[in-house]
Structure formats: C-alpha cells, structure tokens
C-alpha cells in the first residue's frame, strides 16, 4: 500500500499591481525543515512544493498514516472542544 507524506508549509503571498518586473513575491517555509523558499511566480508553486516532498529523506521508522485512515481524536485535550469556523464557513 502506498505511504501518506504529510509536509506542513507556512505560505506568504505578495501581489504589488504597480510593479512590472515582480508582480508577486512568493515566500514558502518547509516547517520540518525550517528551509525557506522565495518565488516570483506562482506558476512555480506545484512544482516547488512537489520538489520538497520528494526530496526528503524520510527514515524508516517515520510514522506513516495510511490514506484510508480516519483521524480519531479520544481522550484529548481537544475533546469536548466546539469546533470554531472559519471566516470562508468550514470548520478547523
């Protein structure tokens, strides 16, 4: 059965209408990593986020979730939480 990677990015997406040259000013953050990535189009996004992904060297013994596994929350902190929504209406 194929392996779920799960990488965790922090995003910034500049738009300047005003400038020619670099309409857009992209900064992508690797979180496991800490690497930090600086793009000027966003045509380039899925293809940097899929470079990322591929070329970490996960170990062995990483904790893989399988793709058909639902995430179940027993006996946590957050149990009893409500939910809050977001401002777009779904739930986080």
Known sequence: MPKRV???FIVRVVHEPGNEQIPWSITIQHVQSGR???LADLKEVS???A????AENWP???RFIPLETAKVVKNSILEGVPKRRCPDGGDF
């Not at 470079?51 to 591929?54: A, H, S």
Request: glycine residues 0%; hydrophobic residues 50%.
């Open 60 to 62: 062995e013994d990483a």
């Open 47 to 49: 293809s940097l986020l």
């Open 6 to 8: 799960v990488a965790s």
């Open 51 to 54: 470079e990322i992904v591929e």
């Open 36 to 38: 930090v990535y600086r």
